[in-house]
């Protein structure tokens, strides 16, 4: 089993910066690759970005593009994203999640690819 803990979330005003970060414990041994999704109130979780087994690869979305960036340190089994130039649509649950594969690029675009999943860190963005 693996465990992902979430925090750095809070409340914040719009332009400014976060940084959330995502621990691993537990069986952490092999190749996985991270997600950050985020489920605003009344809506679907979806990933906002993403970061491969071998670090080598990124996904952001659209409405992150540019503001988000995502990093990882193996050494800590711990996967950063630094969110700046945050807007009030950032608002949200972040969730961050793992799914262990054999490909090391691959970053998985859907919710059911992956194993684990952290409780969740509140990000409010305020106007």
């Known amino acids: 089993q693996v465990q992902l803990a979430e925090s750095g979330g809070g409340l914040v005003q719009g332009g400014d910066s976060l940084r959330l970060t995502c621990a691993a414990s537990?069986?952490?041994?092999?190749?996985?690759?991270v997600g950050w999704f985020r489920q605003a109130q009344g809506e679907e979780r979806e990933l906002v970005s993403g970061?491969?087994?071998?670090?080598?690869?990124?996904y952001f979305a659209d409405s992150v593009q540019g503001r988000f960036t995502i990093d990882r340190d193996y050494a800590k089994n711990t996967v950063y994203l630094q969110m700046n130039s945050l807007k009030p649509e950032d608002t949200a649950i972040y969730y961050c999640a793992a799914h262990f594969l054999r490909d090391p690029w691959e970053i998985p675009p859907d919710l059911g690819s992956y194993e684990y999943w952290g409780q969740g860190t509140q990000v409010t963005v305020s106007s």
């Open positions: 537990g069986r952490t041994s092999g190749s996985y690759a």
């Open positions: 970061i491969s087994g071998s670090g080598t690869r990124y």
